[in-house]
């Protein structure tokens, strides 16, 4: 069954630090998301993707994030100067207008 | 602001009895619904989507929406120790990337 992965599962970094965070979306979907949970706290939609660019974007996602997909396959969400508040689970989700969205198993990011 | 509104619980049931779940949304243009099951740690994993008024049944699981109410519930029959979890509410808007606002979810015991 198709899945969505991503990589890595667990991240450590320093503050100030960039970091990506990869996902392979399942192949025959169009639209691509990142979100995010902090710790004891709900899913929150960060950045949707479609046609090779942005669609909509929600007030967390500020300068320090961009989303790109560099090839056919990958999805990136890059975070520039990491700070003690990005540290979360991020998840990649996709999926397309006929289909639910389907979630990677999740990055976790911790930022010391 | 669109919210998803859940009670946080815990919800504790005995094995074997019926959990019932509720879910409420303030946006009232909203189409898909959707509930999703996350144990500790885990990416959400979807277990149940309805887009009209009335009741959807998949095995055990049993989703009802009302639209005018903006209500959206789920039923676990025969609950099971493994059925315990957090399940999030999330709903879908036109128009929307078909992206997804979730609830905080519902911790949900079974108990043996």
């Known amino acids: 069954e198709p899945e969505v992965t991503q990589t890595p599962s667990h991240q450590v970094t320093q503050m100030g630090q960039e970091v990506i965070l990869r996902c392979v979306p399942i192949?025959?979907?169009?639209?691509f998301y990142w979100y995010r949970q902090i710790l004891g706290q709900k899913v929150e939609f960060l950045v949707s993707?479609?046609?090779?660019?942005?669609?909509?974007k929600s007030e967390i996602f500020d300068d320090q994030f961009s989303v790109e997909r560099p090839d056919g396959s990958n999805f990136t969400l890059k975070i520039r100067s990491t700070k003690l508040e990005d540290s979360a689970m991020y998840f990649c989700?996709?999926?397309?207008?006929?289909?639910?969205?389907?979630f990677g198993q999740g990055t976790r990011l911790t930022v010391v | 602001q669109k919210e998803v509104e859940q009670n946080s619980g815990p919800l504790s049931v005995p094995e074997g009895a019926i959990a019932s779940l509720n879910c409420t949304y303030s946006?009232?243009?909203?189409?898909?619904f959707f509930w999703y099951r996350q144990y500790s740690g885990k990416s959400p994993e979807l277990i149940m989507s309805?887009?009209?008024?009335g009741d959807k049944e998949d095995g055990r699981f049993t989703a009802q929406l009302n639209k005018a109410s903006q209500y959206v519930s789920l039923l676990i029959r025969d609950s099971q120790p493994s059925d315990s979890a957090t399940y999030l509410c999330?709903?879908?808007?036109?128009?929307?990337?078909?992206?997804?606002?979730f609830g905080k979810g519902t911790l949900l015991t079974v108990n043996p």
């Open positions: 989700a996709s999926g397309d207008s006929n289909t639910e969205a389907f």
């Open positions: 192949s025959n979907h169009l639209y």
């Open positions: 993707f479609y046609n090779n660019e942005i669609s909509e």
């Open positions: 946006d009232r243009v909203s189409q898909s």
């Open positions: 309805i887009y009209s008024n």
């Open positions: 999330a709903v879908r808007g036109p128009g929307s990337n078909y992206k997804l606002t």
